[in-house]
């Protein structure tokens, strides 16, 4: 009985000391930041989907299906502002398409 508590416990000391060590190599030396690359949501008739530009903008497309209208924003990091880049109308985008 004392043995097979000791090899339980040499077997969770083991796997323990093990994960340890993986969680400091991963976490050593790399730049931890979060991506939110291609996010997509849908509430409504809004559709929302990002997209990289540099490495300190990133692109906002806001789709308004009701009113078939897209309005593009760029996020900028660095100085943390939304700017609008462009609205575009559907209807006229996609007026061939829809013959």
Not at 10 to 17: D, E, F, N, P, S
Not at 22 to 41: C, H, I, K, Y
Not at 48 to 70: H, N, P
């Amino acid at each position: 009985m004392n043995d097979n508590r000791n090899l339980a416990i040499g077997i969770l000391t083991v796997t323990a000391t093990i994960l340890f060590v993986g969680v400091v190599f991963s976490t050593m030396g790399g730049r931890n930041e979060a991506l939110a690359l291609g996010q997509l949501d849908r509430g409504g008739d809004y559709v929302m989907v990002t997209g990289q530009f540099s490495d300190t903008e990133e692109l906002i497309y806001v789709t308004d299906a009701a009113a078939q209208r897209m309005n593009i924003y760029s996020y900028n990091a660095t100085n943390r502002q939304f700017t609008l880049w462009d609205s575009i109308d559907l209807r006229t985008a996609l007026g061939a398409a829809g013959r």
